[in-house]
C-alpha cells in the first residue's frame, strides 16, 4: 500500500478497534471470536496467542497494528512462518513474536521469527485439519481424517524424520503458486476497509457486447413499442373530433385490445415448445416469454387506469344538460346507454378495473414467494372473467381474441385431455439431503420429451388443484420412469416432502391426538408403501401431469461449445441432458452398441464438440443429489475415451474456505494429494476435484475461450442474483447466454 491508502488503513483499522474494543481499548478472545467470525474456536485461540504480544490475555490497539502490520508488509517468508506457529500446536508461542516498539517497524519481528525452531508432529497436523473441516463446513469420516493427515505429512516430511520443520513446509506450499502468491487471514473482513467499486465510463446498456447478446430481445421490444405507439395514434387520431380526453381513452383502448390478446399468445406453451423447433427461435426471443408476460401484464395495468381516468376526465367536460347522468349513474348503470351491448360498458369497464387490479397485485413477487401460492393461483384465473368482460366492453375485441383465443382453448383442451389420459403413479420416493424429494412417475407409453424440458406436476393427496412446474432430471432415452427432483422451498414443495416422510415411530409422542392422527398415518402408508430404506420408499400415488414444455436447454445439442451452469438444484435440467449426451455419444461412437434406448441420430442433430459442467453448492450434502449420476458418467466417459476430455465438470462448494485463506491452506492441500494419490475427490467421491469457494468467473471463461472448441453457449439454471453475475460475464467474453424461465 502506499502512503495515502496505508493512512486509510489505519484509520478503518482503529475505527472498528474502538467498536469492537469498547471502554476498555481492549479486545479479548471472546471479542476475537466474534469479530473473526470464525467457526471454530481452534483458529481463534491460535491468531489470538499470536497477537497478543505481552500475554496479557488481551490485545490493545497497538499490537493488533503490529501484528497486521507483519501480515500485510511482510514478505511470503514472514506470512510463512505465522502459518508455521498456528500449526505447531505445542509450540510454545514467541511472545517477542512482536516487538513493543511504538512504531510500526517490523524487521525485530521479523528477524525474531527467522531464528526460531519448531517442528509440526502428525498429531498437531491432524488436530489442524480436524479445525479445517469444521471451519469448512465438511464432514468426513475420522478414518477420511487420517488418510488426509499422512497424505500431507509423508509429502512434507522430506527427510522422514517424523516432524515437519519450517523450511519442509516452505518446499511444500512452494508446489501450490496460488497459494503462496494470496497467502492472506482473509476471515478478518472487519479490518478490511470497503472496496469502491468504480463504475465503468460507459452504462452497460450501451456497449456492444450487451446489444449483441440481446439483440433479439432488443428488437422484439423496440417493435413491441412501435406497435403499440402505432396502435394508440391511430385510434386517437380517428376520434380527434371528440376531444382529447375521447383520443386518449379510445387509444390505450385499442392498445389494450391488443395487449390483453397478447399476454394469452404468450402462455401458449404448446405453441412455443413446437415453435422452437423453427426458425422463429433465431429471430424472436421465444426464452423470454414468461419475463414478457410479466412486463405486458403490468402494461396492461396502466393501460386500464389511464383509459379508466380519461374516461371520467370526459365525464367533467359533457355539456351541461337536463338530461346528464349523475357521476355514480355514469359509471355504476347501463342509463347513461354507453357501449355496444345494452350500455354496458361503464358498469363492465369498473368490473374489469377492479380485476386487473387484484391479478397484479396477487402475481407480484412477494406473494408468489412468500409461500401463497394458492392466492396467485386462484386471483390469476380470473383471466377468463376479464377475457369475457371484454368481449362485452370493448366492440372490437373480439376481432383481436378470436383466433389467439381458439388456439388457447385447443391448448387447454388437449392440456386437460392428455394430463387425464391413463393411470399416473408416483411408484418410488427418495428423501434427498436438504429436503429435496426425488419422485419416480411410471412413464405413459406416448409420453416423449427433449432433455431439460419441463412438466406441470399435480399430486391429488397434496393439494387437488395445484399445477407445479418442475423439470424432468431423467434423459429421454430412460424408457420405463420419469425422475423429478423437488426442493422444498414453498408451502407446496414442504407439504410434498412431509407427506412422503416416514412417521416417526408412535411411542415417543405422549399427545393423544397427535399419537392417534400418526397411526391414521403409519396404517396409511403400511397399505401404500414398503419401507426399503430410511429415505426410500416404494408406493403406488396418483399423480397427473401436464406437458412437456420446452426450453433454452433445447439448443445445447445444436451448440458447439456447451457450458452447463447449475445452482443447487438448478443441476435438474443438466442432469437429463448429461445422460442424454453420453447416450447419444455412445451411439455415435459405438453404433452397434445395441442399446433399445438409443434414439437414431442424423448427422446434423449432434454438433457438440465440447461440454463443460459447473455446479455450485453451498455445503457438502447438496453434492449427494446427483453424485451416483455424476459418477456414472464419469466412468462411461473413462471407458469411451473420448479425446480431449469432451466433458469435464467442475465442482464449487462456496461453504469451504478457499486455498488462499491462511485457515485452509492445509486442508485443501491435503485434499489435492489425496485425490491424487486415490483418484477421487474425498468430499463428493467423484474424480473431479471439489473446488473451495466460488468460482472465478472471469478465468473460467478465459479458460474456455481459449480452447477454441466453437462457438461458446452458457446456460444457466439457479438463482436470479447469480445469473446476473453470469451474464455480465458472459457479455464480456462474447458468449450466447440462456437462462431457464418458469
Known sequence: MNIDDDTQWLEWV?????????????????????????????????????????????????EL????????HGDETDKLRFLFQVYDVDGKILKNLLTPTCHLDINAAVLSMRVRPGSIDPDELRTVLKSCLKESAISLPEEKLDDLTLALFESADKDNSGSITFEELREELERFPEVMENLTISAANWLKPPTVKQK??????????????????????????????????LAALQHAPLGGWVMVAKGCGQCLNFNCTFLGVLMLRRCLTWLRATWVAKV????QNVIFHQLVGYVVGAL???????????????????????????????????????????????????????MLVCSSTFVRKSGHFEVFYWTHLSYIFIWALLVLHGPNFWKWFVVPGFLFVVEKTIGIAVSRM???????INLLPSKVTHLVIKRPQFFHYKPGDYVYLNIPAIAKYEWHPFTISSAPEQQDTIWLHIRSRGQWTNRLYEYFRWPEPLSQDPKRLLRNLRKQRYHKWTQVSAKLSENHRVCNIKCYINGPYGTPTRRIFTSEHAVLVGAGIGITPFASILQSIMYRM???????????WCESLKDDEMKLRKVDFIWINRDQKSFEWFVSLLTKLEMDQADEELEGHFLEMHMYMTSALSKNDMKAIGLQMALDLLAQKEKKDSITGLRTRTQPGRPDWSK??????????????????????????????????????????F
Open 200 to 233: 465503468s465510463h460507459t452504462p452497460r446498456y450501451l456497449t456492444p457486447a450487451y446489444w449483441h447478446n440481446n439483440r433479439s430481445k432488443l428488437l422484439f421490444m423496440g417493435g413491441y413499442l412501435c406497435l403499440n405507439t402505432l396502435l394508440f395514434t
Open 422 to 428: 391413463g393411470g399416473l403413479y408416483i411408484v418410488e
Open 284 to 287: 424472436f426471443p421465444l426464452d
Open 586 to 596: 455412445r451411439k455415435q461412437n459405438n453404433p452397434c452398441c445395441g442399446y433399445s
Open 304 to 358: 386500464t387506469a389511464v383509459h379508466t381516468g380519461a374516461h371520467v376526465g370526459n365525464f367533467g367536460e359533457l355539456t351541461q344538460t337536463q338530461n346528464r347522468p349523475a357521476l355514480w349513474e355514469y359509471l355504476f348503470t347501463t342509463w347513461p346507454g354507453i357501449g355496444w351491448i345494452h350500455g354496458s360498458a361503464s358498469i363492465t369497464g369498473i368490473a374489469l378495473q377492479l380485476l386487473v387490479c387484484v
Open 14 to 62: 482503529t475505527k472498528q478497534f474502538e467498536s469492537i474494543a469498547g471502554e476498555d481499548k481492549e479486545i479479548d478472545l471472546e471479542e476475537f471470536k466474534t469479530a473473526l467470525k470464525v467457526k471454530e474456536s481452534f483458529f481463534a485461540e491460535r491468531f489470538f496467542a499470536l497477537f497478543d504480544s505481552d500475554g496479557s490475555g488481551t490485545i490493545s490497539l497497538d
Open 65 to 72: 497494528l503490529k501484528a497486521l502490520n507483519l501480515l500485510i
Open 700 to 741: 473460467v471463461f478465459h479458460k474456455m475461450a481459449e480452447e477454441n472448441k466453437g462457438k461458446v453457449q452458457v446456460f444457466f439454471c439457479g438463482s436470479p442474483a447469480l445469473a446476473k453475475v453470469v451474464k455480465a460475464h458472459c457479455e464480456h467474453f462474447n458468449f450466447r447466454f440462456f437462462k431457464e424461465n
